[in-house]
């Protein structure tokens, strides 16, 4: 049974940081790439980021290019998500995801969620 | 890479059968065979049910089916029930080696 559990949320004002994390149980961590989508209070999914089982291919969103950076440490089963100049639109629930091999082409399970505020 | 579109909400008795449309591009639906249907109820995390257009997964209930046709996918759930309440959204693997989300469907059993 798969088991994502998204850590690191919390309140951030703008222009500054915060590094969530991603504790992954139950499948093969090292055979599938995992990735980061939000949610805005009330609003759609956004794909965030994607960083392939060999940590090989990274690509993200044009809305956090530059700003956001994914890794994974395949030797402790972890995601994480370092983001930097935060805006007020960054706002949302992070989950993290499996999904895809070397590119994303689906998201198989969901973690429940990790809320990020930003605001001054 | 813009969201792809699908209507705000869609409505349907129990037992009767409902259809959701998603569209998007050549650079997105329509150029490959990596649509998904996710199911989301409030304060949930969303739940795969429908991948490669067509495909479900293991447990996922067969009243649930996709297909597309050109640059739009659709996904039907028939028999509707009370449980299929809540919201959907497709996703497409695009030109650029990313993902794209729907708007997102609220799916109503009245």
């Known amino acids: 049974q798969v088991h994502l559990v998204e850590s690191g949320g919390g309140v951030v004002q703008p222009g500054e940081s915060l590094r969530l994390s991603c504790a992954a149980s139950?499948?093969?961590?090292?055979?599938?790439?995992m990735n980061w989508v939000r949610q805005a209070p009330g609003k759609g999914l956004e794909w965030v980021a994607f960083v392939s089982y060999d940590r090989i291919n990274k690509y993200y969103a044009e809305s956090v290019k530059g700003r956001f950076t994914i890794s994974r440490d395949n030797s402790k089963n972890t995601l994480y998500l370092q983001m930097n100049s935060l805006r007020a639109e960054d706002t949302a629930v992070y989950y993290c995801?499996?999904?895809?091999?070397?590119?994303?082409?689906?998201?198989?399970?969901w973690g429940q969620g990790t809320l990020v505020t930003v605001s001054s | 890479q813009s969201a792809l579109t699908q209507p705000a909400s869609v409505s349907g008795s129990p037992g009767q059968s409902i259809t959701i449309s998603c569209t998007g591009t050549s650079s997105d639906v329509g150029g490959y065979n990596y649509v998904s249907w996710y199911q989301q109820h409030p304060g949930k995390a969303p739940k795969l049910m429908i991948y490669e257009v067509s495909d479900r997964p293991s447990g996922i209930s067969n009243r649930f089916s996709g297909s597309k046709s050109g640059n739009t996918a659709s996904l039907t759930i028939s028999g509707l029930q009370a449980e299929d309440d809540g919201d959907y959204y497709c996703?497409?693997?695009?030109?650029?080696?990313?993902?794209?989300f729907g708007t997102g469907t609220k799916v109503t059993v009245l």
């Open positions: 996703s497409s693997y695009t030109s650029t080696s990313t993902l794209v």
């Open positions: 995801a499996n999904g895809g091999e070397v590119v994303v082409t689906r998201i198989d399970s």
């Open positions: 139950g499948f093969t961590f090292t055979s599938y790439g």
